[in-house]
């Protein structure tokens, strides 16, 4: 009987797609990381419009934007959900708040 090695940090007893989403989770983890801790972040301004005059501008919302090495913009949908739980979900918490005040 041929033994199937797990990677490292797999559980070998999980299915193959969860272990691959567990990785995947671990790549874009240490992606933004890395991105985060090289200041690779910008806020991107999102406009509020007033919901009792239609068309009229109320404010703009920052919301936070990681870019990698290469300066594409990594979709926070491939992130935001992997990060909350960490460290750096705070770190970028912190980032965007300090970028907001620099704007001010």
């Keep these: ?3 199937i090695l797990a990677a ?3 559980d070998p007893g999980a ?3 969860s272990a691959a989403i567990a990785q995947r989770d671990r790549d874009t983890l240490k992606m933004v990381d890395i991105a985060v801790r090289a ?3 910008m806020l991107a301004y ?3 419009m007033q919901a009792r ?3 009229r501008l109320a404010f703009f919302e920052g919301l936070i934007r990681v870019q ?3 300066g594409r913009t990594i979709p926070a949908r491939d992130f935001i959900d992997v990060v909350e739980t960490h ?3 705070r770190i970028l918490d912190c980032l965007a708040l300090e970028r907001g005040i620099e704007a001010l």
Excluded: K, R
Aim: glycine fraction near 16%; hydrophobic fraction near 25%; charge should be negative.
């Design 46 to 48: 999102q406009p509020i």
């Design 39 to 41: 200041g690779h972040v």
């Design 87 to 89: 460290e750096i979900g």
């Design 15 to 17: 299915d193959p797609l």
């Design 53 to 55: 005059t239609p068309g």
């Design 8 to 10: 490292p940090g797999v």
């Design 68 to 70: 990698d090495q290469t």
């Design 1 to 3: 009987m041929t033994e």
